[in-house]
């Protein structure tokens, strides 16, 4: 936009700025028997307050458009020592 | 709490502890000492959870048929708390195709992952007559000092139903010249059915050094109710450790 100014004109402008979406964050990883290293599939993979995903069978999870912030990140699986992050 | 920047893609691989692998056997006792075939025996066992998570997993008490060589046993369900200790028992009726020796198995998608060897079943057949057997392990010391009396001992336990003697005997020979043996004591012993008693034999520090004879071993063994204790000679008297060889022999050796 190009303003002109009139020779002794005071000119009023009002500017109104949008903010810009924050790009969203993803989370992904892979989750693995600790005994036998082995991938699990079938692991609650929980954003606390956000949602969760399961892992697939090879064990791999991702989580997308997650707002930035600091999260409380929990895997569980039955018969398994859940974890907290 | 993990911090996510916006646009990151953030990386988080992560390893999960079996509670089964944490769990442990902390004792297991059967409800008697000896089972007639038709008796209900019962193995109690105890399991510790370390974990702060309950714990639920199928426990099953196997043994192998001897006549079949098939793995059978008994299931139940094993419930813990976080850090608490629960017990599980495992009831059955013993037959002849009972094997002896026994484990539970904690079953986890149709497999055994975590094993624990419990304390053999002795099961005897009701014949009106006493059956005295030798009971438990050795009890040779790992160190035997110099000028001290070593004692060897063993367990009889009647697993018959009636009372009855067994001839007992403490001797030491030369192996493999069997034919030098020495006779330290013997005896019988009277057990009713059910009842054990402790046989023991001790030989001095004066008469093994009489008996030494370098490079030659001395055994210790048991057949059936006798006791024929032997050991190895010695060409170092300041110290002797045993040992259990491959076959169940106890051996002393010059330390």
């Not at chain 1, 993803?26 to 082995?38: F, M, N, R, Y």
């Not at chain 2, 020495?182 to 520090?205: N, Q």
Request: hydrophobic letters at 35%; glycine letters at 8%.
């Amino acid at each position: 936009m190009t303003v002109h100014f009139s020779e002794g004109e005071l000119k009023e402008l009002n500017i109104n700025l949008q903010p810009i979406p924050p790009a969203p964050a993803s989370l992904e990883g892979q989750v693995i028997d600790a005994d036998t290293s082995s991938p699990l599939g079938g692991v609650l993979v929980e954003i606390v307050g956000l949602g969760s995903v399961t892992t697939a069978s090879n064990g791999t999870y991702s989580i997308q458009n997650i707002p930035p912030g600091g999260y409380t990140v929990r895997f569980s699986k039955e018969g398994y020592q859940a974890v907290e992050y | 709490m993990i911090e996510i920047k916006a646009g990151e893609i953030k990386e988080l691989n992560v390893s999960l502890v079996r509670l089964s692998s944490k769990v442990e056997l902390v004792g297991a006792a059967w409800d008697k000492d000896f089972y007639y075939v038709g008796d209900t025996a019962t193995l109690t066992a105890q399991f510790h959870n370390p974990t702060s998570q309950d714990f639920t997993f199928i426990a099953y008490l196997r043994w192998t048929n001897p006549y079949t060589n098939q793995v059978e046993g008994v299931q139940e369900t094993l419930v813990i708390g976080a850090e608490q200790t629960a017990p599980v028992s495992f009831a059955f009726t013993v037959t002849e195709e009972v094997g002896k020796i026994m484990h539970i198995d904690l079953i986890e998608d149709g497999e055994a992952i975590r094993t624990f060897r419990v304390s053999d079943l002795i099961v005897s057949t009701p014949t009106g007559k006493a059956n005295i057997i030798v009971e438990g392990g050795r009890n040779i010391p790992h160190n035997w000092p110099a000028n001290t009396p070593y004692t060897m001992s063993r367990k009889l336990v009647n697993v018959g139903d009636a009372e009855g003697t067994s001839s007992v005997r403490g001797s030491w020979y030369v192996y493999p010249n069997s034919n030098n043996r020495r006779i330290i004591d013997m005896g019988e012993v009277a057990l009713t059915p059910g009842e054990r008693k402790t046989v023991s034999f001790t030989i001095s520090w004066e008469e093994m050094l009489s008996m030494q004879d370098e490079g030659v071993l001395w055994r210790y063994y048991n057949m059936g109710g006798s006791l024929s204790p032997v050991i190895a000679s010695i060409t170092c008297p300041a110290g002797w450790y045993s040992a259990v060889d491959h076959d169940g022999t106890d051996l002393l050796y010059p330390q």
